[in-house]
């Protein structure tokens, strides 16, 4: 009518036409409205029973008055009552500085488009910001529809209780999915981080937790809640790390939305008609929820977990340095005991070097008498004491044997132009062949060749990593933008619970770890580097020990295993960045590796002149990688990869075991198939003949029992984790093949010294403590994220490093501990000939 007044007052005395006609209808229409809808100050707590049609709209007038040191909630709810309306309610919430709406009955849709309707909807309407220190705020909640006939509802509006959450303070609470729940939290002063938790005792119905800024909308909503913020699928817990540089207002919304389906949580997907215009009956999702609010860890504790961190490691820069220092001092004075002999006579000296000059043959492959390996074996315990070696425990050689190793070290004879040699090659079948080997059989090459051999390792290896690591790391910066910026934290597999975030980094801590196998890794390299220095000079001085006795020195191996362990920790470190399904090969790859150079490395010391090239070594492990990955993306329930894999297994196995047993010296030809069945005719039918190498007989039986078997387990198990079933098909070969190594080693005669012993002993020790602390699962890719969000747990050391951290901290030490075990398993060897050490 204020209208009509205002434009009736415009028209001039005795105007006509158009604007006549324009006044009229504007009149009638404001008419039908004043007769058509009625406005009602209602209360809040009150449910109103009304009905509504296209002939009547209700407005329900609210007033309330708001605070800035206190906000509440408000909450406003519909029933529909009548059953199967033609058409739905409207309702819409007009405030100051938002409009809400939304239908009665509510639809949503779920998977393949399914739709399913809701009679009963309730909203919490948005809280803008006040300007004063209280504010009256008035609101109008408008009812209608275009149904003809009258369709029956219920309205009520109250105040939320505990709208705003309080710090370490529990709030419960229910959800569905046409009913969400969202709580405000306000940073209080003096806490810059906070973890949001919430929690359910029942699994399913599949939820969503979300922090949004202070705005409206609110997108509260399963289809617009990953609209903005940050969110998380959740079934029983969910946890999400909220700093308050993020949220300029110092506030935020808590949401947590009920879905309408449990297939993002991994529940069971239900067979339902592909009907796009049925209804589909929701069922009772009703949820009942738990949320609190606990501060982040501060800055200190970040601080003192980086030195705790570097403290562990840098420790055994500090160990080693002394253990060298202490062992220095000791082999400088036993020199100076043995340049100054107080306790031996010089008769007796003469006595030693006369027996040792009678048994030594002038040109003898490793001219050392029985005696002398006798004494030095006990008086001499490094290489480096060279002068008393040669005085005590070692013979000088005839100048026509010293005059030919100058000479073979000298030339430039590749290893290929050596194998031609008449003297190699006409014998090459029969040395090999033996039924005792011992490792002067097996280390005819000359030495300079094999080094630059065994160099390629290292330098492949270097290669490999930075072609590998540099995509590696653009792609996990480009996973950790991806949820910076769009908010799901479902894309990346975290415990949550312990996730503490620096700079764009979600977790640090699970980063941080890794430092461990990069600076261990570093350290057995400089290990290496001493030893190999020591070995030169011994060898530039000519030393009897360092030619002729104790396993073949070549370090190449020991450098490739040290960059191993250090990509390792990079490419570990890539992975938890973001760890999810698609880039955990990154996390196993030089797993992968270390595995095989350390079997390698086993290999190589009894067989130095027969072990793999670093090309065909890398190539093989190239081949188990590329199976990493097609069974990481086709294994999950293939039968027919699961057969392909398990054949090319076990035929893998067969033939690797032949090439051992064999020395290498069998061919894969047409005629293999004959010259198996020839050899079992005439050993095992026609004469029932043993195995002619019962130790190599032993292992490699055992070998393909243990590989038949795990093939046997993928084939019927089918695990979904395919990298960590690859993974453990390597350690569990590394493992049998290091115990044989040692019952050998014993069964020889030698013995272990009390470091490697030591070695030994402290790293299986560390090893199960590291497994233990592996298998404690925090979070699994296998599953989807809500899933793994089951496993989440507290942090347990310094309230910063998770079980997960413990693992990379434990499992580091025990590889640098495995490492030095294969670097010191042989020092025994040191000063006994090789035509005395057996191959095994």
């Not at 149904?147 to 109250?158: A, C, D, E, P, T």
Request: hydrophobic share 45%.
């Amino acid at each position: 009518m204020g209208l009509f007044a205002r434009w009736k007052s415009r028209l001039k005395p005795g105007a006509v036409g158009a604007d006549c006609v324009l006044l009229w209808l504007l009149w009638l229409s404001v008419e039908q409205q004043a007769a058509k809808g009625s406005q009602i100050n209602a209360l809040f707590g009150v449910t109103y029973n009304s009905t509504v049609n296209a002939e009547n709209e209700t407005i329900y007038a609210f007033n309330h008055t708001v605070s800035r040191n206190q906000t509440d909630g408000v909450r406003v709810w519909v029933n529909l009552q009548s059953e199967n309306p033609k058409s739905p309610v409207l309702v819409v919430v007009r405030q100051k500085q938002a409009v809400l709406s939304f239908q009665v009955p509510l639809i949503l849709r779920g998977l393949y488009q399914r739709k399913y309707q809701y009679t009963q909807v309730g909203r919490t309407l948005c809280q803008p910001p006040t300007h004063g220190m209280s504010e009256n705020q008035l609101f109008y909640v408008d009812v209608s529809t275009l149904s003809i006939f009258g369709i029956s509802y219920q309205l009520r509006v109250s105040h939320v209780e505990s709208f705003t959450l309080l710090t370490n303070t529990k709030f419960s609470f229910t959800a569905t999915p046409s009913q969400p729940q969202y709580f405000k939290y306000v940073f209080p002063d003096g806490v810059d981080t906070v973890i949001v938790k919430v929690n359910s005792q029942i699994t399913f119905p599949c939820s969503v937790m979300s922090i949004q800024d202070i705005q409206c909308p609110v997108y509260d909503l399963d289809n617009n809640v990953a609209f903005i913020g940050m969110y998380q699928t959740m079934t029983t817990t969910a946890a999400i790390t909220v700093q308050r540089k993020d949220f300029p207002s110092n506030s935020f919304y808590v949401i947590v939305v009920v879905k309408t389906e449990d297939e993002a949580c991994g529940g069971p997907l239900k067979f339902y008609p592909l009907l796009p215009d049925k209804l589909m009956d929701p069922g009772n999702r009703s949820k009942t929820l738990d949320v609190v609010v606990t501060p982040a860890i501060n800055s200190e504790v970040y601080i003192f977990g980086m030195l705790f961190c570097f403290g562990i490691f840098l420790s055994f820069y500090v160990l080693t340095v002394t253990a060298a220092c202490v062992q220095y001092k000791r082999m400088t004075q036993k020199k100076e005991g043995l340049h100054n002999p107080a306790d031996v006579s010089p008769a007796e000296t003469a006595s030693l070097l006369g027996k040792g000059l009678a048994s030594a043959s002038p040109c003898e492959y490793g001219s050392f008498a029985d005696n002398g390996s006798t004494f030095s074996s006990e008086a001499i315990t490094d290489n480096s004491v060279a002068s008393a070696e040669v005085s005590y425990g070692y013979l000088e050689r005839s100048s026509e044997c010293a005059g030919r190793s100058r000479q073979e070290s000298l030339s430039s004879v590749e290893e290929d132009d050596y194998d031609t040699l008449a003297d190699i090659d006409s014998d090459k079948n029969i040395v090999r062949t033996k039924k005792f080997l011992c490792v002067s059989d097996l280390a005819r090459k000359d030495k300079r060749v094999l080094s630059k051999k065994y160099q390629i390792y290292f330098w492949n290896i270097a290669t490999i990593a930075v072609f590998y690591a540099l995509p590696v790391i653009q792609l996990v910066i480009t996973y950790q933008t991806v949820v910076n910026v769009t908010g799901n934290q479902d894309i990346c597999y975290y415990n949550f619970l312990c996730a503490h975030p620096l700079g764009p980094i979600s977790s640090f801590n699970n980063i941080l770890s890794n430092l461990g196998y990069i600076l261990l890794g570093l350290l057995f390299l400089l290990i290496v580097l001493c030893r190999e220095i020591i070995h030169k000079r011994a060898l530039f001085r000519n030393d009897l020990a360092a030619l002729e006795c104790g396993i073949p020195k070549h370090f190449g191996l020991y450098y490739a295993m040290g960059t191993a362990l250090m990509m390792e920790g990079i490419l570990s470190a890539c992975y938890h960045v973001c760890p999810n399904y698609t880039n955990f090969q990154f996390d196993t790859s030089f797993m992968y590796m270390i595995a095989g150079l350390c079997m390698l490395k086993l290999y190589q010391k009894r067989h130095p002149d027969i072990n793999a090239s670093a090309y065909t070594a890398y190539a093989c492990l190239a081949g188990v990688i590329f199976f990493s990955v097609l069974g990481v993306v086709f294994g999950k329930g293939n039968t027919a990869f699961w057969i392909v894999f398990s054949v090319i297994h076990i035929l893998a196995t067969l033939l690797l075991s032949t090439q051992l047993y064999y020395m290498g010296r069998w061919r894969l030809d047409s005629g293999v198939l004959r010259r198996m069945v020839y050899i079992i005719y005439t050993d095992s039918i026609r004469q029932c003949s043993g195995p002619m190498y019962i130790d190599r007989m032993v292992l490699l039986v055992m070998g393909n029992i243990v590989n038949w078997s795990l093939a046997a387990y993928g084939l019927i198990e089918r695990p979904n984790d395919f990298a960590s079933y690859l993974l453990a098909i390597g350690i569990c070969n590394l493992l049998l093949y290091f115990a044989f190594y040692i019952i050998m080693k014993l069964r020889s005669g030698e013995r272990i010294k009390c470091f490697a012993l030591v070695c030994i002993l402290f790293t299986a020790v560390i090893w199960g403590f590291a497994l233990f602390f592996f298998f404690q699962g925090l979070s699994t890719w296998q599953k989807t994220p809500a899933e793994s969000r089951e496993h989440n747990r507290e942090c347990i050391l310094l309230s910063f490093f998770d079980d997960h951290d413990i693992w990379h901290f434990l499992s580091s030490i025990a590889m640098f501990g495995s490492f030095l075990v294969l670097l010191t398993m042989d020092d025994d060897l040191d000063a006994v000939q090789r035509d005395k050490i057996y191959v095994f």
